[in-house]
């Protein structure tokens, strides 16, 4: 049974980290919590920012500060869904006999960064849907099961479209957040710049044990959330839908709106984040960190919207702010 004194470690552990963290990638500390979140609550999180950032360093830093295997898989055109996920190849026994043995491929890990996401096609980049839903590959009729803790760290490049195929929506929904990674600023930049072109420091040697992650992913869902929160959130995206919301605006700028996992998002990575703020219950303060990144990538704009350069961040906020979120 764990104590309070052991809950308080978790929780002073993974702020060690965080910190940690940003001493290595300066300047985006907000999106080093929010990939902490996304590993807290067990999901997936796809990382979106111009080239340049460290947006794979990012993610290589947080992963490592994971005591548990991690690979990196860059995605180009050419990439075949075996490539991902392994393939059956033909070897002969000591006894002349000749058998298909699996050969498992850089999937069955623990962490795995998906580096350029969007730079292979629809057939490899739908090798990851199984794999990141039901954490189960399958081969030829047979199933292989990854292990209990997998995440899927991916990232993409937004402003680059030649060469490129953007997720369809069925994947986009597996991710757990859609993080968007921007220009860090002034101070930071300095600092970057400053500790890049000096001499080379080690990277950092704070880690946290894997059971002590799944030990905290199964603590993160007891957090408590007061039937009111439950409810508005439960409103908030229901009202993010045109065809049962009670705002003409959202009938008028959306598409479509987010399903039933994007309440289930906004819920568990909201009690993320008042576990990693050390606290067990959640406040309107953790489901307004969270929403952007857990709703971002679940609402579809429509033509009208687009045109007119509306962009999710505001409807977002808007529908926070009809429920006293904002």
């Not at 963290?21 to 300066?26: F, K």
């Not at 919301?245 to 996992?261: C, N, P, S």
């Not at 579809?300 to 505001?314: D, T």
């Amino acid at each position: 049974m764990l104590t309070e004194e052991k809950i308080g470690k978790l929780q002073e552990s993974l702020r060690d980290l965080s910190a940690a963290c940003s001493r290595v990638v300066i300047g985006q500390e907000k999106v080093i919590q929010q990939l902490l979140i996304s590993l807290m609550s067990g999901g997936h999180a796809l990382l979106e920012g111009v080239p340049g950032l460290g947006k794979s360093l990012l993610i290589s830093t947080v992963a490592e500060s994971i005591n548990a295997d991690f690979k990196r898989v860059q995605f180009t055109p050419d990439l075949m869904p075996g490539d991902i996920t392994g393939t059956e190849i033909l070897q002969e026994t000591e006894k002349g006999e000749r058998i298909f043995q699996f050969r498992k491929g850089p999937v069955f890990t623990n962490v795995l960064l998906a580096d350029e996401i969007n730079r292979t096609p629809p057939k490899t980049q739908a090798a990851l849907l199984e794999a990141m839903q039901e954490r189960t590959v399958s081969i030829n009729g047979k199933s292989y099961q990854l292990p209990e803790a997998f995440f899927v760290l991916a990232t993409q490049n937004p402003i680059e479209q030649s060469g490129t195929y953007p997720l369809p929506e069925a994947q986009l929904d597996r991710f757990l957040l859609f993080i968007k990674m921007g220009y860090p600023n002034e101070a930071a930049e300095i600092a970057v710049l400053e500790k890049t072109t000096g001499r080379i420091e080690t990277a950092h040697s704070q880690k946290i044990e894997l059971s002590e992650l799944l030990e905290i992913q199964r603590l993160v869902r007891e957090v408590y959330v007061e039937p009111q929160l439950l409810q508005k959130v439960a409103r908030l995206i229901r009202d993010s839908r045109p065809e049962s919301t009670t705002h003409d605006w959202v009938k008028e700028q959306l598409e479509y709106g987010a399903g039933t996992r994007a309440g289930q998002a906004i819920l568990l990575t909201a009690k993320s984040h008042a576990f990693l703020n050390n606290r067990l219950s959640v406040t309107p303060e953790d489901i307004r960190a969270v929403s952007t990144a857990a709703l971002y990538h679940r609402i579809v704009l429509n033509y009208r919207a687009e045109s007119q350069g509306i962009k999710k961040e505001a409807i977002i906020a808007q529908l926070l702010k009809q429920y006293d979120l904002q």
